[in-house]
């Protein structure tokens, strides 16, 4: 018997997989000050998109941008300082932020390719798969 046998596949199609990592840090800066964000952020774009939210009173947020796939946590830190001049109105310097964590994940956005077969039907969290930010 296969391990793949043994995992459910819940009827979601593998091939919407998102080819992108999804780099999540946790970093000291006023986005509010700075830049008059809100205490949640969702920045669409087709390259530089990103989520800015605070999660603490002191400072702390939570940055969730796209990447390149493939990269180790390593080469996904080097890319960072460059990443942030990038990503925001303004670009950031590294000495103008504090990094408390970094993750990087592999951003997976997955649909059943059909909602309602006989008499069942997939709804809300059930017909699909997202990543949450």
């Not at 997989?17 to 920045?43: H, P, T």
């Not at 796939?69 to 960072?80: A, D, F, S, V």
């Not at 109105?89 to 103008?96: D, G, I, R, V």
């Amino acid at each position: 018997m296969s391990s793949r046998s043994l995992q459910p596949t819940y009827g979601l199609s593998e091939s919407s997989s998102q080819e992108l990592a999804d780099i999540s840090l946790q970093v000291y800066f006023d986005f509010k000050e700075r830049f008059g964000y809100w205490d949640s952020n969702f920045i669409i774009d087709p390259t530089n998109w990103y989520m800015a939210a605070k999660i603490t009173n002191d400072g702390l947020w939570r940055v969730t941008y796209g990447d390149i796939p493939g990269l180790t946590k390593e080469e996904y830190l080097e890319r960072l300082p460059m990443r942030y001049e990038q990503l925001f109105p303004e670009p950031l310097k590294p000495s103008e932020y504090k990094l408390s964590s970094a993750n990087p994940y592999k951003l997976q956005q997955r649909c059943a390719p059909s909602f309602r077969v006989g008499r069942f039907v997939l709804v809300a969290d059930a017909a699909h798969l997202c990543n949450p930010l």
